[in-house]
């Protein structure tokens, strides 16, 4: 058998890799490509009132840039992106560096690692209406802040506000800023780190100077997924904001809840853009993929 | 692995550690809540207070009597989650080799991988459900739900294919070549052995986002609800907390899954080592296998 | 706990009796004659059934599976999504059931077949807010908005228009209605609630709710003003631009007043704001009420001067369905109609369009309790065995036709509805 496969080998590595990413391809091209084209298409047509109907206007698009509503929508998202981004950055600086340099033994890491890994079982609808008692007013937190006497009356911000709404993208989302910080971070030679100490660099000149630029791809990576996943979540947001929070996802959930999917689809089209053009400064100052 | 090197602690290791601690609370804090709550009473509901200890909610998940019959999408959903895991891996190691030695396009892919792994969720199931729709085909948890987990899993499988590619130790192969080895034996019995670990993990990562997954899913799963939407029916017109009793179970569930994962990893790593030490032993070269 | 009180009173349905036979002779003169052909065949067939909680309960299934002897699945989802499918995967489902307000929007999609009242057994029985008169009562209130009654009827089994009652062809086949109103915890309150006005009294702010529906919510909020006498609406169900502005205009200042203290959208989270003491004053869905009380908190849906905001809900006819499926679907709807889904959804709170049925299967004492507001002589369960009241309680809005009788407002999509929800829209991000 390995006679009859060493045979075809010339064959095989010239398209080898052709072949190889035929899968891959196949994926993007009917679970991305076709459906950005379906909604591209749909942004087009007309709305009755009621539902749509196939056609070619922009009234669609006009809506969309002639609404005072779509920026602020934006600004808001952004803002709650920004915090969120924020948090999970330095908490997943903090997590990697201990995971990659604190800890030392392999197979303590693979147990801290899946000790983190493993709340992500527990059902993430779960998990996210389990804030409610956890943040309420009647909820663990306040009464045990009442408890200890830290405070008289309950804390109401805690929840249905944008606090338990980056509370929740923080508990969600950081492990998504640590995989790939720890990955650029468990590359980086020890012995440069020795090296630089023992010429008397302070622990902070070695984190700025060191670490963080050879941390960059990951903070990229990193930052991709953050800003992707909160700027793509529509249930959360809306649950644990008290339904108060106007994001970008969540009027173009109020559209399509009520079927006007010419509206929402040509909102897609423009989330999509402005994600794409965010990722592309993301990657004009990092080649991700050279460093990866 | 580094056994008789003396520890030396990097300055902030207690702090550190006490952050890490932390986190880990905060990680686990909403579990217990669901924890404590799945245990409410009969006539309780979602919230504190507790009105009493019984295993009321869990018999309601088991037997189903009101709405929300949470046996069937769990199935669904572990079913598709292990159809999406093997595929994951399958893909990702597939574009990992191809990315490896590099290809025409590689470039232009790569960012479409990137653009499918920042496509708003809402747009790709938005786009696969109308898609479906408008060829006359109703889409299914299998079909359309495969598709839309995949275009969410697949990037990140590759992703991390190419992260664990790039420190591939070279010499091994090009040693196993000057041997003789085959392309494909060099497969079979270099790349496939040392890259277990990292398609384990991105098997892992397939899995989880899989099988929570809600928002790729919830206009795509045709007739049959899995098992996110399914809950998030329920949230919409009922208040038991047969959900909560549900969550319980699927962290004892996902708890098994890590363990025999663990188990795995532990095994591949341990082969790894003693084949890497036979490798070693023959051509006195030392291959990076710590951590 | 779990009993199935209606189990023992399966009804005998006559209409599929008499299809089976015909249909036995039809087979048997075609085939030569093996009538039971048809008996085995019933077994097989399985009817998707997609629809909301408030309807599409496990008990229910089972005893839909027992009197009909084939299989029903149903899967639940929210009244949005199930728009959603309705109007893009008609394949999905044989039938589908959303609210009227929905109707407008997902019927013409041409994705259903009408519903043929001739064949339906009980359609002569159906009252009169289905039909020409559009009441249960001749003194009844006609209610703004939407009535159910507009959208009702079409003009042939393929036809996406929607015509003048009466004709032979049903858009849906109409099931439960009720109607609703605002929620209070009287305990923290202290005193009665009359009139909507009090939903946008300062009294309570930050401890009033509104539901996060943007149709449905404007409408709960324009009661509120109207009953306040900021302001007199031509058809609060169907407003004009101007109107929907002065409302989305002073929701926005209720918000940043910080008058509600939560926007819910899911029925749960109703329950946990009441339950908290998050809230004393909201929007809710009567079963809320009902899941509320029963953990020992008291709540009320309150009876109101201005009356109440109604709503229904019906089976849509995939048109997929065809052949012996569909006589299974329509023996459903017979089976449906007949009486003892009547019964469970009346423990519920609901009213089926057919009370005389309804009446059969349940006990008198019951009926009095649900349809007549009469003060309970025994005690009042739910459909699963719970004690609901205790004997002596009268249910909160008395009689069906206290509710029914004054309905002010149906659930409704407007014809500006594009702009209320842009308008909406704005708000949540105000």
């Known amino acids: ?217 990951g903070i990229a990576i990193g930052t991709i997924f953050v800003v992707a996943l909160v700027m793509g ?29 010419p509206f929402a689809c040509a909102s897609a089209v423009l989330l999509l853009i402005v994600l794409l053009m965010i990722v592309g400064g993301i990657m004009s100052v990092v080649d991700v993929r050279k460093q990866l | 692995m580094k056994g008789g090197e003396k520890i030396r602690r990097a300055p902030g290791f207690i702090p550190r550690t006490i952050f890490f601690w932390l986190f880990m609370l905060f990680l686990y804090g909403p579990i217990a809540v669901i924890a404590i709550l799945s245990f409410q009473g009969p006539q309780g509901g979602l919230t504190f207070p507790m009105t009493g200890f019984s295993l009321h909610w869990f018999k309601d998940v088991i037997d189903p009597t009101y709405i929300g019959d949470f046996r069937w999408p769990f199935g669904r959903s572990v079913i598709l989650a292990v159809i999406v895991m093997a595929l994951t891996v399958l893909v990702s190691f597939l574009a990992g080799l191809a990315y490896r030695k590099g290809f025409v396009g590689g470039t232009v892919l790569f960012y479409l991988v ?66 003789g080895a085959t392309e494909w034996q060099n497969l079979r019995n270099v790349v496939i052995p040392i890259m277990a670990p990292g398609m384990i993990a991105v098997g892992l990562f397939g899995f989880t986002l899989s099988y929570d997954e809600f928002p790729r899913t919830s206009l795509v799963t045709g007739t049959a609800n899995t098992l996110p939407v399914e809950m998030v029916a329920v949230t919409g017109t009922a208040a038991t907390p047969s959900l909560y009793a549900v969550g319980t179970m699927t962290t004892v569930f996902s708890l098994a899954v890590i363990i025999i994962s663990f188990v795995a990893i532990y095994f591949v790593q341990a082969r790894r080592a003693g084949r890497a030490r036979s490798v070693q032993a023959r051509y006195g070269k030392k291959p990076d296998v710590s951590d | 706990m779990k009993i199935s009180p209606s189990k023992k009173l399966l009804p005998s349905i006559t209409r599929r009796s008499a299809l089976k036979g ?3 002779a039809v087979a048997a003169t075609a085939l030569g004659g093996f009538p039971t052909v048809w008996a085995q065949d019933i077994k097989d067939i399985e009817i998707h059934m997609l629809g909301s909680a408030v309807s599409h309960i496990k008990e229910l299934e089972l005893m839909a599976e027992e009197a009909l ?11 949005a999504t199930l728009g959603q499918r309705a109007a893009t995967q008609p394949r999905s489902f044989d039938t589908v059931e959303p609210a009227y307000q929905q109707i407008n929007a997902i019927w013409p999609t041409g994705n259903f077949q009408a519903v043929d009242t001739t064949k339906l057994a009980y359609w ?130 209720l918000k940043q007043k910080g008058h509600f203290r939560a926007f819910w959208g899911t029925f749960s989270e109703s329950v946990n704001l009441m339950l908290s003491g998050e809230v004393v004053i909201q929007s809710m869905w009567s079963p809320a009420v009902t899941a509320v009380r029963s953990q020992g908190v008291p709540c009320i849906y309150s009876d109101l001067d201005e009356g109440y905001r109604s709503w229904g809900i019906g089976f849509l006819l995939s048109k997929f369905v065809e052949g012996k499926k569909l006589d299974a679907v329509y023996d459903f709807f017979d089976w449906y109609y007949s ?46 065995g719970n004690v609901m009241e205790k004997a002596g309680s009268v249910r909160d809005g008395g009689s069906w036709k206290n509710r029914m009788g004054r309905v002010a407002i149906w659930n409704s999509t407007m014809a500006e509805n594009a702009y209320v929800i842009q308008r909406w829209n704005e708000f949540l991000t105000a």
């Not at chain 1, 173009?252 to 809840?257: A, F, L």
């Not at chain 3, 002897?69 to 009244?79: A, K, P, S, Y």
């Open chain 2, 114 to 179: 990137i653009t499918c792994l920042v496509a708003p969720s809402f747009l790709v199931s938005l786009g696969i459900g109308l898609g479906f729709a408008n060829l006359e085909m109703q889409t299914q948890w299998w079909s359309g739900g495969l598709g839309a987990h995949l275009s969410w899993t697949v990037p990140i499988g590759v992703l991390i294919m190419l992260a664990v590619f790039a420190r591939f130790d070279r010499s091994l192969e090009e040693a196993a070549r000057d041997l």
């Open chain 3, 69 to 79: 002897g084939f299989q029903i699945l149903q899967t639940v989802v929210d009244f």
């Open chain 3, 124 to 253: 002569d029985q159906t009252i009169g807010l289905y039909k020409k008169e559009g009441k249960i009562w001749p003194d009844a209130w006609y209610g703004q908005g939407q009535h159910p009654t507009q959208v009702q009827y079409t003009s042939a089994i393929d036809s996406r228009d929607f015509v003048e009652p009466e004709t032979q062809w049903l858009t849906m086949i109409p099931t439960n209605h009720n109607a609703d109103t605002l929620g209070i915890r009287p305990d923290l309150i202290g005193r009665p609630i009359t009139s909507w006005a009090e939903f946008i009294n300062p009294e309570f702010e930050g401890r009033a709710a509104l539901q996060n529906f943007p149709q449905i919510g404007l409408m709960d909020l324009a009661m509120a003003i109207e009953a306040q006498g900021m302001m007199t609406y031509g058809n609060k169900g169907n407003m004009t631009r101007d109107e929907i502005d002065t409302t989305i205009d002073f929701l926005i200042e």
């Open chain 3, 22 to 24: 015909g249909a036995a």
């Open chain 1, 1 to 217: 058998m390995n006679g009859s496969v060493a045979a075809l080998t010339p064959i095989l590595k010239r398209c080898s890799s052709a072949l190889q990413v035929t899968p891959l391809s196949v994926v993007l091209l009917l679970f991305l490509v076709g459906p950005v084209i379906v909604i591209l298409i749909f942004s087009f047509y007309i709305f009755n009132g009621f539902f749509m109907e196939p056609g070619f206007v922009t009234d669609n698009y006009e809506g969309i840039f002639t609404s005072f509503n779509t920026l602020e929508a934006y600004l808001a998202t952004f803002k709650i992106a920004a915090i969120t981004w924020a948090i999970t950055l330095v908490f997943g600086f903090i997590l990697s560096y201990y995971f990659v340099f604190d800890i030392i033994a392999f197979r303590w890491k693979i147990f801290l690692f899946l000790l983190s890994v493993v709340p992500f079982w527990t059902s993430g609808v779960v998990r996210m209406i389990s804030w409610i008692p956890f943040l309420g007013k009647e909820g663990l937190l306040n009464r045990a802040l009442q408890g200890i006497g830290v405070i008289d009356e309950p804390l109401e911000f805690l929840l249905f506000s944008e606090f338990a709404v980056i509370v929740s993208y923080v508990h969600m989302y950081t492990l998504f800023m640590v995989a790939p910080l720890f990955n650029v971070m468990a590359k980086i030679d020890r012995s440069l780190i020795e090296a630089a100490r023992d010429s008397g660099a302070s622990a902070i000149q070695i984190f700025f100077n060191i670490i963080v630029p050879l941390c960059k791809p």
């Open chain 1, 233 to 261: 979540d529509f249930v959360s947001i809306r649950v644990l904001s008290g339904g108060q929070a106007g994001t970008v996802l969540m009027s173009m959930r109020n559209q399509v809840d009520v079927l006007q999917y």
């Open chain 3, 339 to 384: 009486g003892p889904a009547g019964a469970f959804f009346a423990r519920q709170g609901y009213y089926m369009p057919t009370p005389e049925q309804t009446r059969q299967y349940l006990p008198a004492d019951e009926w009095d309790f649900w349809f007549e507001g009469k003060p309970a002589v025994n005690e009042i369960k739910d459909p699963f």
